[in-house]
């Protein structure tokens, strides 16, 4: 089965300009999960939707960071300005199900994020 | 708040050797997952071991749990250059969905 698709791979912008990502999960999986992985540091998490809904955005940055998941399926996620503590690789992941019990995460490849 | 610390940061070791990473927590959880990241590419999940369990196996690595010293260990053993890698444990915690991960563990495999 095919993987989480993420796009682009690269990203070089200029701080206060904005930025999107694009991931599509594995097929039929219901939840979506957006990291942010800062160099030497493991992945924190950004949001977490299950289906079109969001389970947990607690540690997204609203005022800049903001994210979709229209009819459940791909995700965007965006940021507007960007700073300079932004740069990061952004991971997509999702997992069969959801629910209160965490599952096995399935990682795409990330986008690197570079601002300048 | 930090979870999943993993202990050593860095390892290095030669081929055929085994390795052991260590990761603390401070919650109740319901299991504990082990990823592991090769440069510049995405996690890839290795294992899952449940609160109720005390020890996992999976090929060369032997995950074990000891939920009274809130603590979790990695083993792979008979390493290979191809295990080079950063090992992430992740904490998936009672109060809520999410997964917490740790810091890391750089390993080195030399040959």
């Known amino acids: 089965e095919a993987g989480v698709a993420q796009s682009p791979r690269y990203k070089i912008i200029e701080k206060r300009q904005s930025v999107a990502f694009w991931c599509n999960p594995i097929?039929?999986?219901?939840?979506l999960y957006w990291y942010q992985q800062i160099l030497g540091q493991g992945p924190k998490l950004l949001i977490q939707?299950?289906?079109?809904?969001?389970?947990?955005d607690s540690q997204l940055p609203k005022d800049r960071f903001s994210a979709e998941r229209l009819k459940g399926v791909d995700s965007t996620l965006k940021i507007q300005p960007a700073k300079l503590e932004d740069s990061a690789v952004y991971l997509c992941?999702?997992?069969?199900?959801?629910?209160?019990?965490?599952?096995?995460?399935?990682f795409g490849p990330g986008t690197r994020l570079l601002v300048l | 708040s930090q979870q999943g610390e993993e202990d050593p940061q860095a390892l290095s070791i030669q081929e055929g050797e085994n390795a052991t990473m260590n990761c603390s927590y401070k919650t109740s959880i319901n299991n504990l997952q082990w990823y592991r990241q090769n440069s510049g590419r995405g996690l890839v999940h290795l294992i899952l071991i449940r609160s109720n369990e005390r020890e996992k196996h999976s090929g060369r690595l032997r995950v074990t749990l000891d939920t009274s010293k809130k603590s979790s260990s990695l083993l792979i053993t008979a390493s290979r250059a191809a295990d080079t890698a950063s090992y992430f444990c992740a904490v998936g915690e009672t109060s809520g969905s999410r997964l917490t991960f740790g810091e890391g563990t750089q390993l080195t495999v030399n040959p």
């Open positions: 992941a999702s997992s069969p199900n959801g629910g209160p019990i965490q599952e096995t995460q399935y």
């Open positions: 939707f299950q289906n079109n809904g969001v389970v947990d």
């Open positions: 097929s039929g999986h219901a939840t």
